[in-house]
């Protein structure tokens, strides 16, 4: 059985920076699969924050955080990192870590295959 594993949320001022972490296990990570990051918050759906492509590192950023997010995978632990910085209020939400299959799972979250449990990032104006 898959299992994620998310760590690094916290509070933090506008402008300040979080990364956080995320580990699969009980999982064969196939090079057609593809890591990511989707966050929600309080009264609004979830969305799609970024997603990495296993073998050939492709990334996908939603608009809102291009240029301040980087999203980062190591396919030997199964892990990805999502390094965010110059945070801003309105990403102040619960990020879960998601795994699945294909090159765009950012514009496809029906193929994730795993979620996390999700860690909360909460910015302060």
């Known amino acids: 059985q898959v299992h994620l594993v998310e760590s690094g949320g916290g509070s933090v001022q506008a402008g300040g920076s979080l990364r956080l972490s995320c580990s699969a296990s009980g999982y064969t990570y196939r090079n057609t699969d593809s890591m990511g990051w989707f966050r929600q918050a309080p009264g609004k759906e979830r969305e799609a924050v970024a997603c990495?492509?296993?073998?050939?590192?492709?990334?996908t950023y939603f608009d809102s955080v291009r240029g301040r997010f980087t999203v980062s995978q190591d396919n030997a632990k199964i892990s990805s990192y999502l390094q965010m910085n110059d945070l801003k209020p309105e990403d102040t939400a619960t990020y879960y870590c998601?795994?699945?299959?294909?090159?765009?799972?950012?514009?496809?979250?029906?193929?994730?295959?795993?979620w996390g449990q999700g860690t909360q990032v909460t910015v302060s104006s």
């Open positions: 990495i492509h296993k073998s050939d590192g492709r990334t």
């Open positions: 998601a795994l699945g299959y294909g090159v765009y799972l950012c514009q496809n979250p029906a193929r994730v295959e795993a």
